[in-house]
């Protein structure tokens, strides 16, 4: 029977399925997103998995504002994502909808553009666009950028085989019918949910537009600390030095650490160094980890191998929840358990061509984060790690495997074989230009990773290193690892730092080596020259103090974090690297006025505390002009580090 013309008429043309537990908080801002948006003919239908809080009252509330907005309460929780998903794509009345969480929003424009481009041809089953990731300090960045850098429409899966690497549901607008024709709901019950309905989404559409601008903003909660954080054993440290560094203290400063981070915040100031996002300016450009580079240097199907697990959000936890612990070793169990899922229909729908392609995703985007977490983790983890991934791993294609980045099958193949200990240092160089300690050649000429050729001819395969030419490099590009061996704080501003360097190809000429530390705050790189001592064959030695106060800083201040990184040689073509710091050093924090006083800081040195864990030193502004910042609006507060550049100068003419 046909439609009635009059309902036809009478309905919006987008649904946005708003899903909500337990977050009465943040539930206005997402919705607030969506009234927002430049498409003014859309539902806003509210799906609360039977919240227990304030939820239901403020939802009502935000309804009775609005007629496009209904709300819908579960009977009962339905412990996920899927089934507030579900309720709600059966109550929508638009022939197109969106998903967004409730503690994220939309950008005003999504709804209007991804819906012109379903338009323009009825062969389109969904669109998607980029994901703006918002981290805790305000920074932004675009979400698996190399996915976006170009539009077009995708004919099928197969034509582009690499939208696998985006597991995200949120980010796209559906053909409600297309849902419907292939019954296309959530799994309920399990985690990470959207990877299996993303997946036969990809597969089933008949056409997929695919635009550059920013359509969803992903507001990245805080990391949640591991439920058990143990100090790594001895192996993990640079032997045999021992670290020496008192207790972490804080000299108070002018005003309160507090006061400075609001100041920070509400000046916008280093946004590109908040404490989710790697530093731009830890490395030359060239140098820098695959994920960190310019889109047209990166890898295309590369993932950050230093994004937490708890960047990735499981789908299948309630956005209210996302603060709480997370037991690593089940969201490993779980991450199995869909892929399995997704195995099996791949299989049963006839895209079992697409293996290679899921198995590589499953290697770079679900398992790499909990590799490069594997520093911070015991070796209970690791035993567990193992166990999951096992039996699963031996089925993977070996195509897949062949396309993995060679430090990520080197640290996976140390953990399976039960070398913990090395495998806590290979993963400490996941995505970044570090260096193994130790390289052997083996007799047939092959370079294998650590001290010994492996035995196991499997084992051998996978720690074969052969393709980082670290024997045949040029010196300019040598690939080294630098590590700290002892940290002592010093009188006054300074520290001094015991670093071992290790290179495993042997690149730099025998006998003494002129290193540099360089510590790069607002792109005003400040070095500081030691001498490297050679040790053994491939290992070399060297102290150097660090005055934190030389370091230079703008006029008004500075408040972000950058990794330390060593140089060694002069000149402009020298090898650099990142400055590794143990992972139970305890942090340290100096007080420091730089111009003479005028631009007081709260500087901290301490490892990363994520990743490769370098030294890092983060710089907080305090007193005056801390305060005075926070509350000038963003005009004058150019103005105002004018007059702060010629108060400096008229005191002593220091402009640092």
């Known amino acids: ?20 537990h337990n977050d009465a908080a943040r539930l206005p801002r997402a919705v607030e997103s969506v009234r927002r948006q430049t498409l003014r003919d859309l539902e806003i239908v509210i799906s609360d998995d039977h919240s227990t809080d304030r939820t239901p009252k403020v939802a009502r509330a935000l309804a009775e504002q609005d007629d496009r907005i209904r709300y819908h ?76 850098e170009r539009a077009r429409t995708i004919r099928g899966l197969r034509a582009e085989p690499g939208l696998l690497h985006n597991p995200l549901a949120t980010d796209k607008m559906y053909r409600k019918a297309f849902l419907d024709r292939h019954e296309l709901r959530f ?11 993303s997946t036969r989404a990809y597969a089933l559409a008949g056409a997929i537009a ?54 920070d915040r509400a000046s916008g100031a280093d946004q590109a160094s908040g404490a989710d996002q790697p530093s731009a300016g830890d490395l030359p450009a060239d140098q820098r980890p695959a994920d960190q580079r310019p889109a047209d240097q990166r890898p295309a199907d590369q993932s950050p191998a230093d994004q937490s697990p708890a960047d990735q959000r499981p789908t299948e936890q309630r956005p209210a929840d996302q603060a709480s612990p997370v037991d690593p070793a089940a969201a490993v169990r779980d991450r199995v358990a869909v892929h399995r899922l997704i195995d099996a229909f791949l299989d049963d729908s006839g895209f079992a061509d697409l293996r290679p392609d899921k198995d590589h995703a499953f290697l770079t985007r679900d398992l790499a984060p909990f590799l490069a977490e594997l520093p911070y983790r015991d070796e209970e983890f690791a035993t567990a790690f193992a166990a999951a991934t096992g039996e699963y791993l031996d089925g993977v294609h070996p195509g897949a495997l062949h396309r993995t980045p060679r430090d990520l099958r080197v640290t996976l193949a140390l953990l399976r074989s039960g070398r913990y200990a090395d495998a806590v240092v290979a993963a400490r160089g996941l995505g970044r230009p570090i260096a193994p300690r130790e390289a052997v050649v083996g007799a047939d000429g092959t370079e294998y990773w650590g ?22 490099r040029p010196l300019t590009s040598a690939l080294l690892r630098h590590e700290i061996t002892a940290l002592t704080p010093s009188p006054a501003s300074r520290i001094t730092l015991g670093i071992r360097t290790y290179d495993p190809g042997r690149r730099l000429p025998v006998g003494p080596a002129v290193a540099a530390v360089v510590i790069d705050p607002a792109d005003r790189p400040h070095r500081t020259e030691f001498r490297l001592d050679p040790v053994r064959p491939g290992v070399f030695e060297g102290t150097v103090t660090l005055d934190l106060a030389a370091v230079t800083l703008p006029p008004h201040g ?5 990794a330390a990184y060593v140089t060694v040689g002069r000149g402009a073509a020298t090898p650099a690297g990142p400055l590794l710091a143990p992972l139970g050093l305890p942090r340290m924090s100096k007080a420091i006025g730089y111009h003479r006083g005028l631009a007081p800081h709260l500087v901290t040195v301490g490892p990363e505390g994520r990743g490769a864990g370098r030294l890092r030193i983060r710089w907080t502004r305090t007193g005056l002009l801390a305060v005075a910042q926070r509350r000038l609006p963003p005009g004058p507060r150019a103005a105002a580090a004018g007059a702060v550049r010629r108060a400096a100068r008229l005191v002593g003419g220091d402009d640092r």
Do not use: K
């Open 210 to 263: 695919v635009l550059t601008e920013p359509v969803y903003r992903w507001h990245v909660a805080p990391p949640a600390p591991p439920a058990t954080v143990t100090a790594p054993p001895a192996p993990h440290l640079a032997p045999p030095a021992t670290v020496t560094a008192p207790p972490a203290t804080t000299t108070a400063p002018s005003a309160t650490t507090a006061d400075a981070a609001s100041a």
């Open 558 to 562: 500075y408040s972000g974090h950058r």
């Open 451 to 472: 001290a010994g050729t492996p035995d196991d001819p499997d084992l051998a395969r996978e720690l074969e290193i052969g393709e980082l030419n670290l024997r045949g």
């Open 187 to 197: 799994p309920v019950g399990i985690a990470f949910a959207d990877q299996l309905f």
């Open 1 to 20: 029977m046909p439609e009635d013309p009059m309902a036809v008429a009478a309905r919006p043309d987008v649904s946005v399925i708003v899903i909500v």
């Open 73 to 148: 309460r579960l009977p009962v929780n339905s412990g996920g994502c899927g089934g507030p998903r579900n309720a709600a794509i059966d109550l929508a009345r638009a022939p197109f909808l969106m998903f967004l969480d409730s503690d994220d929003e939309l950008p005003e424009h999504a709804c209007e553009s991804l819906l012109d481009a379903l338009l323009e041809d009825d062969a389109l089953d969904l669109a998607m666009g980029a994901v703006e990731r918002v981290a805790p300090g305000g920074a932004t960045s675009t979400w698996r950028p190399h996915l976006v």
